[in-house]
Nanobody, 123 residues
Framework: QVQLVESGGGLVQAGGSLRLSCAASGGTFSSYRMGWFRQATGKEREFVAAIKWIGGGTTYTDSVKGRFTISRDNAKNTLYLQMNSLKPEDTAVYYC????????????????WGQGTQVTVSS
């Protein structure tokens, strides 16, 4: 069973940057697409960004375009999310997830999930 472990969250001032990592372990890792989601307190989990494991095609939600960059290191089985120009509204628990077959960007179409890492942006 593949395990996903996020790291890199923390407290940062508005305008600052953080880089999240998601390491896959526990077996042969082969996914169609990897994604980052976030969930703020009292809100539903929302899609942030995704990348195809082969080919590297990326997709972002509108609110993070131009500020966040998703990338992956296939050799290390690691996913990244570089977050720049952070805003207080980016505060949330961030989750990485794996999708094994072509599907939508809805959370229900991602089968494996990490435990999440907290990102807090102060104003």
């Amino acid at each position: 069973q593949v395990q996903l472990v996020e790291s890199g969250g923390g407290l940062v001032q508005a305008g600052g940057s953080l880089r999240l990592s998601c390491a896959a372990s526990g077996g042969t890792f082969s996914s169609y697409r990897m994604g980052w989601f976030r969930q703020a307190t009292g809100k539903e989990r929302e899609f942030v960004a995704a990348i195809k494991w082969i080919g590297g095609g990326t997709t972002y939600t509108d609110s993070v375009k131009g500020r966040f960059t998703i990338s992956r290191d296939n050799a290390k089985n690691t996913l990244y999310l570089q977050m720049n120009s952070l805003k207080p509204e980016d505060t949330a628990v961030y989750y990485c997830a794996a999708q094994y077959f072509s599907g939508s960007y809805s959370a229900q179409d991602f089968a494996s999930w990490g435990q999440g890492t907290q990102v807090t942006v102060s104003s």
